[in-house]
């Protein structure tokens, strides 16, 4: 099963921690965003690997936009 994570917030791709392969933890950060000028750590919803990643560093997001995929 595939777990899509999405943006919480309206912002820039500040920088991507991962790569497509890597795998990761629930609760391990994968991006960090910038909004109003605050970093907001993107986590990890599910244990598993990184299929896909959606953004770029540098790229604008909106709310709820998909970032990765873990499967």
């Known amino acids: ?3 899509l ?3 919480p917030v309206v912002g820039t791709v500040w920088k991507i921690q991962v790569a497509v392969g890597d ?8 991006m960090i965003l910038e909004s109003m000028k605050m970093e907001i750590p993107v ?3 599910a244990t598993g ?3 896909s990643l959606s ?4 790229d604008q997001v909106a ?3 998909l970032l ?4």
Do not use: F, H
Not at 24 to 29: F, I, S
Not at 55 to 58: I, Q
Not at 68 to 71: D, P, R, V
């Open 23 to 30: 795998a990761v933890a629930e609760g391990d950060d994968i």
């Open 55 to 58: 953004v770029a560093e540098g």
């Open 43 to 45: 986590e990890a919803e």
């Open 63 to 65: 709310e709820g936009a």
């Open 49 to 51: 690997t990184i299929i």
């Open 5 to 7: 994570v999405e943006s």
């Open 1 to 3: 099963m595939s777990i």
């Open 68 to 71: 990765a995929t873990i499967e």
